[in-house]
């Protein structure tokens, strides 16, 4: 382990001959610290992996220099490329399909991959010397605090986790500014996962009240992503999807594509006549329920609570709700009640018959 704080050029010569051999890198950024190894190196991933711990199958975004080596890594559409152009560099992160062209356990387990061009002169430098990747992800570990300055993240790091540090460039203490804003673009319509301080201006196509599928294959994608944006909150909470839409509209697609994140084997089927089906899941050692309900079938306030819904609403579980108009109120007082995270996904067929308009409310 080294703390460097050189000329640039001694700066930028010690940390590409360091991510060539495999190594470790702390770098500053416009928002926080970084940690950076070759993201195409299976090894130097597997490092990175063990200093973040605790990852369950979380991707990892990477830095590029520019759109020319982005576009070597993921495929970029209309709606990625207008992002780049009037967003990049500065604290974004467009994700889009990845080409499978990086290391395992940096894209994620839909096949996408997420870029940033940090605003961050040093870095870029960086980038384009040693012409490859480097991984994206804060310099914090697991559950701790984003690190604005080397000293805060010794502070909050282990003596084994520091030895797996090759080398830290010390910019001093960073403003305190937030993480990235994450756009996934993968579909017609941009889908911000994460709100940073970076906010398009209104009028961009960000701002669509719903994003639009083309196939079923699409809506089960949605739902992954979904799911992998609220991993974290299941760990503390329960999740819940309210899922209303018309008869046909897709709702049990989007279950299955729930179920297919968290690696369930059984086929996902419509509950329609059972009312609820349960599934035991084990996602990255991870384990739990996925419950799986219609209420289409569903008379009276009073059969609701028969189901014993509460029992259900616990952390680690996830609930898919189909027809949760009928209802809406009822089950939300007991989602709150149980502190659970709701999400609210509404499904309208559009004009073409393989057209979903999705829009998701919290």
């Not at 870029?115 to 980038?127: A, F």
């Amino acid at each position: 382990m080294r703390i460097l704080k050189s000329t640039q050029k001694n700066i930028i010569s010690q940390a590409v001959k360091i991510l060539k051999a495999g190594g470790l890198v702390i770098y500053p950024t416009e928002t926080c610290y970084g940690a950076g190894v070759d993201a195409t190196n299976p090894v130097a991933v597997n490092k990175i992996l063990a200093y973040k711990t605790f990852r369950q199958g979380k991707p990892m975004s990477i830095a590029v220099a520019d759109i020319k080596m982005a576009a070597k890594y993921v495929k970029l559409n209309p709606t990625a490329k207008n992002l780049y152009q009037k967003f990049l560099p500065g604290p974004l992160t467009v994700i889009s399909a990845g080409k499978h062209k990086v290391a395992p356990g940096v894209e994620s387990s839909t096949g996408t991959l997420g870029i940033r061009i940090p605003n961050y002169s040093l870095i870029l430098k960086i980038l384009k010397s040693f012409g490859k990747p480097i991984t994206a992800t804060s310099a914090n570990v697991s559950y701790k605090p984003r690190p604005y300055s080397i000293k805060q993240l010794l502070k909050y790091t282990s003596q084994k986790q520091q030895t797996l540090i090759d080398l830290f460039i010390d910019a001093g203490t960073l403003p305190k500014r937030p993480a990235s804003t994450i756009v996934d673009t993968t579909l017609d319509d941009p889908l911000i996962l994460r709100q940073g301080k970076l906010l398009p201006p209104r009028g961009e196509r960000s701002y669509h009240p719903g994003v639009v599928t083309h196939s079923p294959q699409e809506t089960s994608q949605l739902a992954q992503t979904l799911m992998l944006k609220h991993w974290n909150n299941l760990q503390k909470q329960p999740l819940l999807f309210l899922l209303i839409g018309d008869l046909g509209s897709g709702k049990t697609q989007f279950a299955k594509g729930i179920g297919k994140f968290l690696k369930l084997t059984a086929n996902i089927n419509s509950p329609t006549y059972t009312i609820v089906k349960e599934y035991d899941y084990d996602r990255h050692q991870i384990k739990g329920k996925f419950i799986h309900l219609d209420t289409w079938r569903l008379q009276t306030i009073e059969e609701l609570d028969q189901l014993n819904l509460l029992s259900y609403l616990k952390p680690k579980n996830v609930l898919a709700i189909e027809w949760a108009d009928r209802t809406y109120k009822p089950i939300l007082e007991l989602a709150k009640k149980a502190q659970a995270k709701i999400i609210t996904v509404k499904i309208s067929v559009g004009s073409s018959l393989t057209h979903r308009l999705i829009t998701v409310g919290r």
